[in-house]
């Protein structure tokens, strides 16, 4: 009120775009902020679910190794592997964190029916199809699509059937 002068007031025009800029940045840092932590959710989850299905294919990695080292996998002749005792609790853990990370049970139950597969009766019904049924349960679990393998490449068994372990030379 200089002069005498009354002052006008300030109109519409300046402060609706000022507070719709305000709301805009403060709605974007929002959303960003949401979206990001969405994403690290997101990304953690398939993280949690590659590394159950990673630790579920070495179980069953030994468990046919040691099936096949007994000489119980169907259209496998025997092979020469060292039966190696598997550890209970980790099979159990394992499990676990199949169930806790998957989204469907496709994955757990192979691993379960494999592992299980003919202990009533003593003798071994599974064949390297498991293998391979298990690995494409857990890439669909993670978003690839299934893989054919022929089957019978689909596991690496006795590279060196011929070969005693204790004769090989010693690795400098």
């Avoid at 840092?29 to 990001?36: D, I, P, Q, S, V």
């Avoid at 996998?73 to 980790?90: A, R």
């Avoid at 499990?95 to 003798?123: M, P, Q, R």
């Amino acid at each position: 009120m200089n002069n005498g002068q009354k002052q006008q007031p300030v109109s519409n025009t300046f402060w609706l775009p000022l507070i719709s800029a305000i709301i805009l940045v403060v709605l974007t840092a929002g959303l960003t902020a949401y979206f990001n932590s969405r994403n690290d959710r997101v990304q953690k989850r398939w993280e949690m679910k590659r590394e159950a299905g990673r630790h579920a294919l070495e179980i069953i990695d030994q468990y046919f190794a040691n099936e096949a080292a007994l000489g119980r996998i169907s259209n496998m002749p025997k092979v020469s592997y060292q039966f190696e005792k598997m550890d209970d609790v980790k099979v159990r853990e394992v499990c676990n964190e199949l169930v806790l990370s998957c989204d469907n049970t496709n994955a757990i139950t192979t691993f379960l029916e494999i592992l299980s597969s003919g202990k009533s009766t003593g003798t071994s019904g599974i064949n390297v199809a498991y293998i391979q049924k298990l690995r494409n349960d857990i890439r669909t679990e993670l978003g690839f699509g299934p893989l054919d393998i022929p089957l019978d490449t689909v596991w690496v068994a006795d590279l060196f059937p011929n070969v005693q372990t204790n004769s090989l030379p010693a690795r400098p």
